[in-house]
């Protein structure tokens, strides 16, 4: 086994305010490698990522480059000096040739005149692509692409940099079975080149398909690196989850009620399929399942805030037609989005005028708006919900966001709704404020409310919910009982593995 | 309807957020009266001149109430100057048309004007909701296509040889020095306020404006409320036409140009947002005084109509920079 990395991180740390992201973390690259990068959502790599792609300063550690000690100052640095990101996102100008994008900002010129050399242009982007062996009309515009072939581009992009080290986020996330065979051949060309590639999936089959290492981080902690060879999927899962749970989900059970929410064969085509559950009164159920699985597609769904294809929603036990938010209200169902500034408030308006949006009608008298009775209102929560503003005519944007969510949870409990479906909803939230939340959603149960609750984290799922369903590529894997889950079995549902036993 | 407590309180909050705009305002009369003087014209600052200011500005005040609804939705409407134009000649058209009895034959063309307004409204109204055409775009077409037509039915002349009685709405007063389109100015501008500040619908404009995902998400009927939004200020562009009208005693498809740009800068120097989900009635009505007291303060001490132009277009910039000083967009 030989030594010489390509690309050496020795104790990055990184820290943000309140929070330590990368606690002395360490990367090894060799050249002609395809190194994993694995974790839970928030365990850091994303960070360590942009730290080598020069978006973000480390504060402590050391970087080399091939055994050199470098400092990466800007994202341009780091493409000059061989490092080059395909994100999710492409950075792609969809009207402009391909052989115009490749070559961006670089294009090369008749002489000393500021006209571009178009034979020369096409000719280098030919070559690259010919190096990577793809077939694509450079003179095509990247818009007439397919999602594949503009992945295809940010990769010849990255070849033209002359990269050394290639890192990958996500890469499968949006292709077809057939591309992503074509994108796996496309590495292993790469890999004959010499070249270093960090390839970043939460798909762990893919990384046995073309994985050579593994390094996995948690809670931005550096956990181990071991080969591919050496490992099973068990213990990468266990590798990655590893921790254990604390006693920080204060759960109280109740006596299930009766059906309140069933939902059979929905379907948005793209989106999920053939979705179908039973909510009941009394309980809390659990939407969990990796980014981009279709949780939050399902919930906006239900409220009609996107059409669905296929499927019937019943609202204790009779069929319900959902054309729009507005409708989904008038029924007893709320949503709290996941986004709170971009979908749950108005950040313009006061603390007072958010609480009563959904609900208006109960505070218009005649023709116009009880002010009066709407600052009762609003003080009420204040104080139920210990939301921490200096009046309820504090405009939103002001709050913290912990007391951001306690409004958006205001406005949804003021619609007095049957069905609550919370959305991430301690996403970005201090432990605190938290289990405040958690209490209210007892509190919310025992009075008869059923809860469906999407969330990434699975102590929050684990400790919080009473049944637990699992959804992968818009499919539901898997329902497990409080008593049943683990995370290892969320985990290999999430991941796509069908349960053995439901 | 809101406690006579609460209107002093309002009152306060609207003189404190508008203590800029209204001391500019303060300001204007006291230069105007002091160049005035100068120049032998003393009483540009008196009760008489202030109404005749109201009076000449009601026609843009109309619209301006209606525009500053759209505004705050996140949108906009180009189409009002041609509206009024179009409601102006309908009106005209169809009271040359009647003949005896003039009040009947009155009452149907501004009927019929108030009519074509709200058409014009609902048809901007519709292609930026049900269409998702840019509020600029669809609105830019309209403003084309109506001053077309009004061009067209009256094949590009002004209709004239109107009864007496055609000028009652525009020149009438109720007692001497009152105008009634005053009146009515205040009375629109009053009742826009109310249903801004004290309905379900005026919170629902702020909510889309403020954030239009969230107030759907929220139950708000975002493409019902925006409809009404542009045919509340259609409706109101056609009553400012009739005003028009009747007070120039004709009814010519060459009003109302650049309408639409005056009205506009009366609701941004108001301190409304042109990105949305901001601004209020009171402050379009004093961001209007503060533009036509300009105005009418230029044309006191002798600027001519090109100086005024370039002092109007300091004046919105100055506004708005102040507004962006101030921490708003």
Known sequence: MSNNYVLEMKNVTKRFPGVLALDGVQLNLRPGEVLCLLGENGAGKSTLMKILAGAQPKDEGEILLDGVPIEIESPHHAQELGISMIYQEFNLCPFLSVAENIFLGREPRRGRTPFIDWRKLYADAEAILQRIRVDL????????????????????????????????????????????????????????QELGIIYISH??????????RVTVMRDGKYIDTKDVIDLTRESIIQMMVGRELKDEFPKVTFDVGKERLRVEGLTRYGAFENVSFTLNAGEILGLTGLVGAGRTEVARAIFGADVLDAGTIYLDGAAVAIDSPKEAIRQGIGLLTEDRKLQGLVLGMTVRENCTMANLSAVVRGLFIDRGREREIASQYVADLNIKTPSVEQSAQNLSGGNQQKVVLAKWLFTKSRVLIFDEPTRGIDVGAKVEIYKLMNELVRQGVAILMISSELPEILGMCDRIMVMHEGHITGTVTRAAATQEAIMHLATGAELAHA | MPERGRSFAGTRRL??????????????????EVLGRRQ????????????????????????AVGMTFVIITGGIDLSVGSIVAL??????MIVQWGGSPAWLWLIVGMGAALL??????????????????PPFIATLALMSSL???ANLITDGKPISDLPDSYMYLGRHHLVPGLPLSVLLILGIIVAGAIALNHTRFGRQVLAIGGNEEAARLSGVPVRRVKFFVYLICGVLSALAGVILSSRLGSGSPKVGVADELAVIAAVVVGGTSLSGGRGSIGG??????????LNSGLTWIGVETFGQQVVLGLVILGAVMLDRLKGGV
């Open chain 2, 147 to 149: 001053r077309g037509l």
């Open chain 2, 15 to 32: 003189v404190l957020t508008f203590a800029p705009l209204l001391s500019a305002l303060v300001l204007e009369l006291i230069v105007f």
């Open chain 2, 116 to 133: 074509s307004g709200a058409a014009a409204g609902a048809v901007a109204g519709a292609l930026v909701t049900r269409f998702a055409i």
């Open chain 2, 87 to 92: 409601s102006g000649v309908l009106c005209a």
């Open chain 1, 203 to 212: 798909r762990l089959e893919e990384v046995f398909e073309i994985g050579s």
């Open chain 1, 137 to 192: 009309d450079v003179r095509r515009p990247v818009s007439e692409l397919s999602v594949a072939q503009q992945q295809m581009v940010e990769i010849a992009k990255a070849l033209s940099f002359n990269a050394k080290i290639i890192v990958m986020d996500e890469p499968s996330a949006t292709l077809t079975d057939h591309e992503l065979k074509a994108l796996f051949e496309l590495i292993k060309n790469l890999r004959r």
């Open chain 2, 40 to 63: 032998g014209v003393p009483g540009f600052a008196s009760v008489e001149s202030l109404i005749a200011v109201l009076n000449q500005s009601a026609v843009l005040g109309i619209m």
């Open chain 2, 284 to 293: 379009t009505l004093v961001g209007l005084l503060v533009v036509a007291v």
